[in-house]
T-cell receptor, first 119, second 113 residues
Framework: GAVVSQHPSRVICKSGTSVKIECRSL??????MFWYRQFPKQSLMLMAT?????????EQGVEKDKFLINHASLTLSTLTVTSAHPEDSSFYIC???????????????FGPGTRLTVT | QKEVEQNSGPLSVPEGAIASLNCTYS??????FFWYRQYSGKSPELIMS????GDKEDGRFTAQLNKASQYVSLLIRDSQPSDSATYLC?????????????FGSGTRLSIRP
């Protein structure tokens, strides 16, 4: 399968600071990248969808000014959590699609996730 | 009604037996179906994709799709303790790689030695 990396894997930051998370598709060009958040023992929650070179589409209830997404190239998307607060502590996971041909290009491959703790 | 429904479990299966995981979806126009495995504290891993009615086999895994009944299942043969995880059913309704995946809430599978 296709490989997606995320960095950092774990980050602890103080309340009020900003944190940037990188998501890279290592062996394919990702036409679309997705950002999810997952709280303990809960389902994945889609935050936003981004296509290279265009603005991200945010899900209802997700603050676009707080969660800044940049999809600068076909292999890199970043999520910046601005002015982080303890309630933003969660497991953030990116995924990327576009690895194959035809309908296999719909398959989403997930990065390993970033565990954010805001103190 | 949720768009993708799964029994949350836990489903307990003895080692070596067949584990059967089921999923129903509400959008009759859905085109693409996936099974992901998620270990505790880790991100989901794609294990099967299926697009046409019928069965698709890959090693110990078989995905089954019945679009008329809006039903997709995953069979795991010769279950191993390492198969213990949460299995997420996922469905895409659209026709592009930008289409959103709708995930079920997952079924927790436990393989007992």
């Amino acid at each position: 399968g296709a490989v997606v990396s995320q960095h950092p894997s774990r980050v602890i930051c103080k309340s009020g600071t900003s944190v940037k998370i990188e998501c890279r598709s290592l062996d394919f060009q990702a036409t679309t990248m997705f950002w999810y958040r997952q709280f303990p023992k809960q389902s994945l929650m889609l935050m936003a969808t981004s296509n290279e070179g265009s603005k991200a589409t945010y899900e209802q209830g997700v603050e676009k000014d707080k969660f800044l997404i940049n999809h600068a190239s076909l292999t890199l998307s970043t999520l910046t959590v601005t002015s982080a607060h303890p309630e933003d502590s969660s497991f953030y996971i990116c995924s990327a699609s576009g690895a194959g041909y035809d309908r296999s290009s719909y398959e989403q491959y997930f990065g390993p996730g970033t565990r954010l703790t805001v103190t | 009604q949720k768009e993708v429904e799964q029994n949350s479990g836990p489903l307990s299966v003895p080692e070596g037996a067949i584990a059967s995981l089921n999923c129903t979806y509400s959008d009759r126009g859905s085109q693409s179906f996936f099974w992901y495995r998620q270990y505790s504290g880790k991100s989901p891993e794609l294990i099967m994709s299926i697009y046409s009615n019928g069965d698709k086999e890959d090693g110990r895994f078989t995905a089954q799709l019945n679009k008329a009944s809006q039903y997709v299942s995953l069979l795991i043969r010769d279950s191993q303790p390492s198969d213990s995880a949460t299995y997420l059913c996922a469905v895409i309704g659209g026709y592009s790689s930008a289409s959103k995946i709708i995930f079920g809430s997952g079924t927790r599978l436990s393989i007992r030695p």
